[in-house]
């Protein structure tokens, strides 16, 4: 029975069969959780079967399901929190995305409440907070529970965390005996900035938004922890009264405003569809400015007695609505389109981007999705963005919404040029040496040569641990080969979370493969946290990016001397600034370096990464050297033949650290030669140049000197 086995031992074909039952037992608990009956798992089995489910899916990636239980996020309120149910369920609301949808909306309520479409009918516009909802219930003006939004019938009880937030009273008075106040809790980008500030100090993650801040900080099971996190709280909405607040939406927030809630300003009230749009335009405007994230605007009907004729549909009022902001857009040039293989074969086309700022983020990357969204296809052969594709060289419009990944909108043809060519994803693979092949009815390209797979992944941690890199006592290119296909360490950060992660499970699967037991698991961690602190160049060469070897690196750690001049600088250097200009500067580093090392601190997905690596570790700053006492400042310097004590990208990055320019041939303007073994024409030259030569024992006396 596969659903005894130790993960580690089942077959392809029982790992399918065990991944499909743990797909429905794990959907039936959800929904035994969520009827009307109490759960019938407990939580710590439920825990497990989804660990089980995440473990067989790291070891066989291919067989995640497209329902895999890994991806349903937010049903089950997290452990640890006692669950409430609500007393009136917490809704959601539906959408407009244009002012036509607006327009509809507006007329479905009048012709709801049968009121002539021309008639005025008075609403209120308020921004929508982009955070999440609680529900604060008060009894006789006291505080007694905060509920989250959970499902909607149930959520977490986060009262003791609610009571460390500012703007939610503890008591009110003149208050109806009973009252639940809802709203939204958010965060402001300022203490966000902060928050991730601080973060960092402590070596714990940043958050990746001012949304998944303020929900991770009001879910601590520490209240404590959530007194120290700086949360906030509009109030908009109510649930359970014991007497109204008013007659009109209006009256009823000014209300809860007296009551000594924080309300949002921006809220008014609106007799047309115009005003509406125009409150919408205008706030949408202000919106970088609000120093908060919204994402739209809500319109409700004003008046209560018409809220409740309008009532509710299945999960979202018919009173209200929340009319969306669009995805953000910018335009920029496409530079290129690369193809990138992924880890189950599939060939995905990337377009690499002049960079661009897009809400807020840095985009250098977008996906091309397919051969056929090049062409401007969809996958039946239908149009897409007109018909129009897609060159090397077009001017671009790219969005993002949310946390998604940059796509590509449209196509500006008036700036295309006239050599511009099609795209030919065939002739770009032959072009890049990979053997793909394209089935009938397939969307995607997909890897047919024979050689396996390059794992980037692997490698990617392969280099990350070499010797030259973090250089990890017990984790070398073997260990992470295991620990990757259990699971355990998929990326560089989770080398360093590792400990906190490894329950006496995965103790005790470690001790049993080869060459472990239960002791060189601790040597392991020992090893682990010596390489914590670490030298800057050593990280910047570990990060594997392109062209990026340790030569460079050292440059790099000696110019910017530490991490954070280091990211700050890269996440500047956008070509044609100021900090890209400064960049290139550097001697020894060409456009195409500059390019390739700039690039993964202009992408958030990969920045997130690097930022969360950095968090785990004390990054040791390179030492400042007064050059001005350097025997070789300004001096020109060819190393020639075999070094035997550094290697030449070593011996380069020392040289010019010590403001020397390092050249590769002999002429009039070298100052030194450096002759390592078997040095040949160029130290024949130096000679008949009469120019100054070392061996490597004289040029390390020279330069150990300072
Ligand atoms: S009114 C019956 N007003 O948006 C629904 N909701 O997408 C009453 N939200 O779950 C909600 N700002 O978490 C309302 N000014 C606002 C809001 C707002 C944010 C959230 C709320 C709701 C979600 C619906």
């Known amino acids: 029975m596969p659903q005894n086995q130790p993960v580690s031992h089942l077959t392809e074909k029982q790992a399918r069969a065990e991944l499909a039952r743990l797909a429905d037992v794990l959907g039936k608990a959800n929904i035994d959780y969520h009827g009307e009956d109490l759960p019938t798992v407990d939580d710590a089995a439920f825990d497990g079967w989804k660990r089980r489910n995440q473990e067989i899916e790291a070891l066989f990636p291919a067989l995640k399901r497209v329902d895999s239980p890994s991806d349903q996020v937010g049903a089950r309120p997290k452990d640890g929190f006692g669950k409430i149910r609500h007393s009136q369920r917490m809704l959601s609301l539906g959408n407009a995305f244009s002012a036509d949808d607006v327009q509809e909306f507006v007329a479905r309520v009048k012709k709801f409440l049968s009121i002539d479409p021309d008639q005025a009918l008075r609403m209120t516009a308020e921004p929508k907070i982009d955070g999440l909802s609680l529900a604060v219930r008060y009894e006789e003006g006291r505080l007694v529970h905060a509920v989250t939004r959970g499902d909607g019938e149930v959520g977490e009880d986060v009262t003791a965390n609610a009571k460390t937030v500012a703007d939610i009273p503890q008591s009110l008075i003149d208050a109806p005996d009973i009252l639940e106040v809802r709203g939204e809790v958010y965060m402001t980008h300022a203490d966000f900035a902060a928050l991730n500030e601080t973060q960092a100090q402590l070596r714990q993650k940043p958050f990746s938004n001012p949304r998944n801040a303020a929900a991770g900080s009001l879910r601590q099971l520490d209240a404590e922890i959530t007194r120290a996190r700086p949360l906030r709280f509009y109030a908009y909405a109510w649930g359970e009264l014991s007497e109204p607040l008013g007659v009109t939406q209006s009256e009823a927030v000014m209300r809860l405003q007296d009551l000594g809630f924080s309300t949002n300003p921006l809220f008014i009230n609106c007799e047309t569809l115009t005003e509406l749009i125009a409150h919408y335009a205008q706030i949408e405007r202000e919106r970088s400015d609000l120093g908060y994230d919204i994402d739209g605007m809500v319109y409700k009907v004003d008046d209560l007695a018409l809220q409740s004729r309008l009532g509710f549909r299945a999960t979202t009022p018919r009173w209200a609505t929340a009319h969306k902001f669009p995805a953000e857009l910018a335009w920029t040039e496409l530079l290129d389109i690369d193809i990138q293989v992924g880890r189950t074969g599939a060939l995905s086309p990337v377009a690499r981007l002049n960079p661009i700022t897009v809400g807020g983020v840095v985009v250098s990357n977008a996906t091309l999705h397919n051969e056929d969204y090049i062409a401007g296809r969809d996958s039946k052969g239908g149009k897409i963005r007109s018909g129009k594709d897609i060159r090397i060289g077009d001017w671009v419009q790219v969005y993002r919404a949310g946390d998604v990944i940059p796509k590509i909108a449209d196509v500006d043809l008036s700036r295309r040029f006239a050599e511009s060519v099609v795209f030919d994803f065939a002739a770009k693979l032959k072009q890049e040496g990979i053997e793909g092949s394209r089935d009938p009815g397939d969307a995607v390209w997909r ?254 006396s020279l330069i150990e000197e300072l």
Not at 450 to 472: G, K, W, Y
């Open 447 to 700: 890897y047919s040569g024979s050689e396996p797979l390059p794992d980037l992944a692997i490698e990617t941690l392969r280099h990350f641990v070499s010797r030259q890199a973090f250089d990890i006592e017990g984790l070398g290119a073997k260990q992470i080969e295991q620990f990757y296909h259990r699971g355990w360490i998929c990326t560089p950060v989770e080398i360093f979370t590792l400990e906190t992660r490894f329950g006496p499970d995965q103790l005790q699967q470690l001790s049993k493969l080869e060459g472990w037991g239960i002791k060189s698991a601790k040597n392991l961690f020992d090893g682990i946290n010596e390489k914590r602190r670490i030298a800057l160049h050593r990280l910047i060469f570990a990060l594997g990016i392109r062209h990026v070897g340790e030569g460079a690196a050292k440059l790099f750690a000696n110019r910017f001397i530490t991490w954070q001049a280091f990211e700050d600088a890269m996440c500047a250097a956008i070509p044609d600034s100021e900090p890209w200009a400064a960049l290139v500067d550097i001697d020894g580093i060409g456009a195409v370096m500059a390019k390739s090392v700039a690039a993964p601190f202009q992408d958030s997905e990969r920045l997130l990464a690097i930022r969360n690596l950095v968090a785990q570790l004390d990054v040791i700053p390179a030492e400042q050297i007064d050059t001005s006492s350097s025997p070789v400042a300004g001096k020109t310097v060819v190393f020639t033949g075999t070094l035997e004590k550094m290697t030449r990208a070593e011996s380069k990055a020392r040289a010019e650290s010590l403001g020397a320019k390092v050249s590769g041939s002999v002429s009039a303007k070298t100052d030194i030669l450096v002759a390592g073994l078997g040095a040949g024409s160029k130290a024949k030259k130096a000679v008949e140049l009469g120019i100054f030569t070392l061996d490597e024992d004289g040029w390390i």
